[in-house]
């Protein structure tokens, strides 16, 4: 079955730094990933979408990409702001026949004044 | 969030108590997901739906039940609600095709 691994650590990051998140995977070959920001005690919300035959891609702040090769997408936020802090959620096709997405557990973002 | 609504927002209830957590939309997708988080397990799938007369188990549905009573409206279910049933509970939709998922507020059950 599909096996999506993100740093279970905290990320602290000094603000104006750029923060690389990482998520990997094992057993498949997705057609496309995703990445969801997560609030405490709310609801995901998508951020951006990546196909396989994309190696990146970009929306304001963030870009994410994506090397099917290493099974890898690095999510990237440039100029970090406070308001970033968040956890993130990398997520994937569930694959083997089953639908829907398989998210990963998340890594949670400090961005530090 | 306002496209994905949830009620109730919190419930506190007691074991072996029949709980119903209700889900609507106004985004107009077919697909309709419950999903349950757990400190350090993440989102786990309980039930699934594709359309009104489609639904499907997810990797943890025991214990639940799901009706969609239209394409706007799927409710979960707690038929007998056991303390480790104590999570956060969020109700999806979902775009076909890439299936991009769109969450609401959630609702943070408690069983005592």
């Known amino acids: 079955s599909q096996k999506i691994e993100q740093n279970s650590e905290a990320l602290n990051i000094q603000e104006g730094k750029t923060a690389t998140l990482t998520c990997n995977y094992t057993n498949y070959s997705p057609a496309y990933l995703q990445w969801y920001r997560q609030d405490p005690g709310r609801g995901p919300v998508f951020l951006l979408l990546?196909?396989?035959?994309?190696k990146e891609k970009r929306k304001e702040r963030l870009k994410v990409t994506f090397d099917t090769t290493l099974k890898q997408s690095l999510f990237h936020i440039t100029a970090s702001q406070p308001a970033d802090s968040a956890t993130y959620l990398c997520a994937l096709e569930s694959g083997g026949g089953a639908d829907g997405l398989t998210f990963g557990k998340g890594t949670h973002l400090i961005i530090q004044p | 969030d306002a496209d994905v609504t949830q009620t109730p927002r919190n419930r506190i209830t007691k074991t072996g108590k029949r709980i119903m957590l209700e889900c609507s939309q106004t985004?107009?997708?077919?697909?309709m997901y419950w999903y349950r988080q757990d400190p350090g397990l993440g989102l786990r799938l309980i039930y699934y739906?594709?359309?009104?007369?489609?639904?499907n188990k997810g990797e943890i549905s025991d214990g639940y039940s799901v009706s969609r009573q239209a394409q706007a409206k799927f409710s979960l279910s707690l038929e007998s609600a056991i303390p480790n049933q104590t999570a956060l509970y969020f109700c999806?939709?979902?775009?076909?095709?890439?299936?991009?998922?769109?969450f609401g507020p959630g609702t943070r059950l408690t069983v005592l």
């Open positions: 990546i196909r396989e035959n994309e």
């Open positions: 999806a939709t979902g775009l076909a095709g890439t299936d991009t998922q769109y």
């Open positions: 739906s594709f359309d009104v007369k489609d639904i």
């Open positions: 985004k107009g997708h077919d697909r």
